[in-house]
């Protein structure tokens, strides 16, 4: 800069760096970096089998555990894979496998999706009621599970009219 006669003028090529007068930053140290991403491997499964679990108690999936887990029973009928549903008011999109049977039907959720929810095998004598829903393009039909009613499990009308 120049001052001339009280003023101050700018020349070319002179610019001061606001850079030069910061203090550089210490290196980050290896350890945290691996604590970081070894945290994260950790965490987040554990949180996912939180949510999940959390997931399996609103539903009322556990209620329908302590009664109609399946055990040991043999899957036989025709596999339903990547249904939507409801159990409950908590929603399962994609996420359910159905196996229906003359007697009942088995109730399974996708392995990421098991923590609380185990296999379930439901009989028909166990449906007190159906109740035929229409959400938008979506026809379903709701099944009240047990006397008094544990839950409700909402599944596609198309797939339960196959198995009538």
Request: glycine letters at 10%; charged letters at 15%; aromatic letters at 12%.
């Amino acid at each position: 800069m120049i001052l001339d006669s009280g003023k101050v003028v700018k020349q070319a090529g002179h610019r001061k760096s606001s850079m030069m007068n910061t203090p550089t930053a210490a290196p980050t140290p290896e350890w945290l970096i691996f604590a970081i991403v070894g945290g994260f491997f950790v965490a987040f499964p554990l949180f996912w089998c939180l949510v999940v679990w959390i997931l399996s108690r609103a539903s009322g999936w556990h209620r329908l555990a302590a009664r109609f887990a399946s055990g040991g029973r043999l899957i036989t009928g025709a596999r339903h894979s990547g249904v939507t549903g409801m159990v409950g008011l908590v929603s399962y999109r994609g996420v359910l496998t159905l196996h229906f049977e003359p007697d009942g039907f088995f109730l399974e959720v996708m392995t990421l999706f098991r923590v609380g929810q185990p296999r379930l095998f439901i009989p028909w004598s166990e449906v007190t009621e159906r109740m035929p829903h229409q959400v938008l393009w979506w026809t379903s039909v709701s099944l009240s599970i047990g006397q008094p009613v544990i839950t409700t499990i909402t599944l596609p009308a198309d797939l339960l009219e196959k198995q009538a």
